[in-house]
């Protein structure tokens, strides 16, 4: 555990460091984070020092958030053209890419080269470093995973209920973050990770990650919504959100009738 920490705080690291595809870069740095933090929870309770840094972790990857939006929204946008009629989604896509590099830009004058960000980092590793790891036991991970599980399963239970986009986005970090940490056990820990599966680690690592990813577009094409809402003077703007809603009340029903197959529920 202390050496897959080790390793994704050097990833965050190489990752704000780099300034080739910056767009690439930074989703690089926050899912390192969310690699990171995924961990953390897993020993919160054996080292609770962790949880401070896990408070750094997530205002950094706040901090982040907005940047990596924007571009998402570029990415959302120009599917939505290619599956529509493009021409009608051109000043759209226009307006996301410079609001996309204007944030950017902005974020680069405040923080050049992220090297406050870095620091920040540098400092969450060196507090990692110094926690008392050999204190940590196989069944801390065991609990810690079990709790992972049941969060997910409440999570789903709520956003089938009433799948508002509050609930379905608290259901995909949970989806998300449980993945994470059986990707990472079963790495570290298989058999901790296998007694969680209900079939295999493996296998349960693939379908969280396949609801993730669903999860994950339905919210980007809410968040496509909002902003063209704000947008004055869009041409076309009734044929893009007509396409944008079907599509999303397309999603919503495919993603209530989703579940996960891992122990717990």
């Known amino acids: 555990m202390q050496a897959a920490v080790h390793k994704e705080c050097a990833a965050i690291l190489r990752a704000l460091a780099s300034r080739h595809q910056i767009h690439v870069s930074i989703h690089g740095a926050r899912k390192a984070i969310r690699r990171l933090r995924a961990l953390l929870f897993l020993v919160e309770d054996r080292l609770p020092d962790a949880a401070a840094v896990d408070q750094t972790l997530e205002r950094l990857g706040d901090g982040l958030s907005a940047l990596r939006d924007a571009h998402v929204m570029v990415d959302t946008a120009e599917g939505l053209a290619a599956r529509g009629k493009a021409k009608q989604w051109a000043t759209a896509i ?88 059986m990707e990472a056990l079963t790495r570290i820990e298989p058999d901790i990770a296998k007694d969680a599966a209900k079939e295999s680690a493996s296998k349960a690592a693939k379908a969280l990650h396949k609801l993730s990813d669903q999860l994950g577009a339905f919210q980007d094409k809410q968040m ?31 993603l209530v009738g989703k579940g996960v197959s891992v122990a717990g529920r």
């Open 224 to 254: 496509l919504r909002n902003v063209l809402r704000r947008m004055r003077g869009l041409p076309h703007r009734a044929q893009t959100a007509r396409q944008l809603s079907e599509e999303l009340a397309t999603n919503q029903s495919m």
């Open 94 to 181: 226009k307006r996301l890419v410079r609001r996309r590099d204007g944030l950017i830009q902005q974020a680069l004058a405040r923080d050049v080269d992220f090297r406050r960000r870095r620091r920040v980092v540098e400092r969450a590793a060196r507090q990692l470093g110094d926690l008392p790891w050999h204190e940590l036991e196989a069944t801390d991970l065991r609990q810690a995973l079990e709790r992972s599980c049941h969060r997910v399963a409440k999570a789903e239970a709520r956003a089938k209920a009433d799948p508002l986009p509050a609930n379905l986005h608290r259901w995909r970090r949970r989806v998300r973050k449980l993945r994470m940490q």
